[in-house]
């Protein structure tokens, strides 16, 4: 289905107010699709905010997409603190998540709220969001809570632990693993949680939930029935190589335009097509006589 016009424009009008936790709320009641992006810089921010989306995510995933790191476990809290200072200087109407990193909340309550409340403090952020549903994670998750700050879980595949997982795959194919899903969803929902992402599981588990969950619930390979659907900037965009996992759309081929804008940039310097006079600057003739005579 193509976006009509009044659409786009309804999405970058100025009077679109900043989108708050009832908001979200009441989103989920009226049925209303909630989308949210990642975005890890200023242009990324700004592209986001113009195109209208709910809700953004600082993510971890910035630690491929962004530092080039093979997984999301090596980024640090510091690092994931700088993009989300960049995106909130692009930001004012979506609702902004910092992605909590592999190391900056398992230690204790007290470790979980003190990186909860630097991207709050720091980096302006709304909320944060946590991986998994254990008893533990839902009780980092209760105490951030407990300190004022909103938390967003995130359950199915939770890449900060793919290893134990079993790699880079759909989670919840067996009862059994669907109903440990079931557990830690509706654990991080009773801790307080505002929110939750269903990451690459069965479509016909998370409906299933659905009828069980009352806060908002963002899918990601997760099928139709979530409140709203999360996608990868950089994979959207095609700003990567490779295809990505199976639940990528792409909507662009940025990476292709951006190699073809630099290859054109380096064929016109290497020809001396780049830069013509149009591109310099000129100095006033009587001007460019006196500098020479202070050259001799
Ligand atoms: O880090 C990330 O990009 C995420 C989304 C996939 C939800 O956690």
């Given at each position: 289905?193509?976006?009509?016009?009044?659409?786009?424009?309804?999405?970058?009008?100025?009077?679109?107010?900043?989108?708050?936790?009832?908001?979200?709320?009441?989103?989920?009641?009226?049925?209303?699709?909630?989308?949210?992006?990642?975005?890890?810089?200023?242009?990324?921010?700004?592209?986001?905010?113009?195109?209208?989306?709910?809700?953004?995510?600082?993510?971890?995933?910035?630690?491929?997409?962004?530092?080039?790191?093979?997984?999301?476990?090596?980024?640090?809290?510091?690092?994931?603190?700088?993009?989300?200072?960049?995106?909130?200087?692009?930001?004012?109407?979506?609702?902004?998540?910092?992605?909590?990193?592999?190391?900056?909340y398992e230690?204790?309550?007290?470790?979980?709220?003190?990186?909860?409340?630097?991207?709050?403090?720091?980096?302006?952020?709304?909320?944060?969001?946590l991986e998994g549903g254990g008893p533990a994670a839902a009780a980092r998750a209760?105490?951030?809570?407990?300190?004022?700050?909103?938390?967003?879980g995130?359950?199915?595949?939770?890449?900060?632990?793919?290893?134990?997982?079993?790699?880079?795959?759909?989670?919840?194919?067996?009862?059994?693993?669907?109903?440990?899903?079931?557990?830690q969803?509706?654990a991080l929902?009773?801790?307080?949680?505002?929110?939750?992402?269903?990451?690459?599981?069965?479509?016909?588990?998370?409906?299933?939930?659905?009828?069980?969950?009352?806060?908002?619930?963002?899918?990601?390979?997760?099928?139709?029935?979530?409140?709203?659907?999360?996608?990868?900037?950089?994979?959207?965009?095609?700003?990567?190589?490779?295809?990505?996992?199976?639940?990528?759309?792409?909507?662009?081929?940025?990476?292709?335009?951006?190699?073809?804008?630099?290859?054109?940039?380096?064929?016109?310097?290497?020809?001396?097509?780049?830069?013509?006079?149009?591109?310099?600057?000129?100095?006033?003739?009587?001007?460019?006589?006196?500098?020479?005579?202070?050259?001799?």
């Amino acid at each position: 289905m193509s976006t009509h016009p009044s659409q786009i424009a309804a999405a970058t009008t100025p009077e679109r107010l900043p989108l708050t936790l009832p908001r979200l709320a009441e989103m989920k009641r009226r049925g209303e699709p909630i989308v949210m992006v990642t975005a890890y810089d200023f242009p990324s921010a700004r592209a986001v905010e113009a195109a209208g989306v709910d809700v953004v995510l600082v993510g971890d995933s910035g630690a491929m997409t962004v530092l080039g790191h093979p997984s999301t476990v090596p980024v640090t809290l510091d690092e994931l603190l700088v993009l989300a200072k960049a995106v909130r200087r692009g930001l004012r109407t979506p609702l902004l998540v910092g992605d909590l990193p592999f190391g900056s909340y398992e230690v204790s309550d007290e470790q979980a709220i003190a990186s909860a409340v630097r991207f709050v403090k720091e980096a302006g952020c709304d909320a944060v969001k946590l991986e998994g549903g254990g008893p533990a994670a839902a009780a980092r998750a209760r105490a951030i809570i407990g300190a004022g700050i909103p938390v967003m879980g995130h359950v199915g595949l939770t890449p900060q632990s793919a290893t134990a997982l079993g790699g880079y795959r759909a989670q919840g194919r067996s009862a059994q693993d669907a109903a440990r899903i079931a557990a830690q969803a509706l654990a991080l929902q009773a801790a307080g949680c505002f929110s939750i992402v269903f990451e690459a599981i069965p479509s016909q588990v998370a409906e299933e939930l659905m009828t069980r969950i009352e806060i908002p619930v963002i899918g990601i390979g997760a099928g139709p029935a979530t409140d709203g659907q999360v996608l990868v900037f950089h994979d959207l965009l095609g700003i990567r190589e490779g295809l990505g996992a199976r639940f990528v759309k792409r909507y662009a081929d940025l990476q292709e335009a951006m190699v073809a804008g630099v290859a054109a940039f380096a064929a016109d310097v290497r020809s001396g097509a780049y830069p013509e006079p149009r591109h310099g600057y000129s100095i006033d003739r009587e001007q460019l006589r006196d500098f020479r005579q202070r050259l001799t």
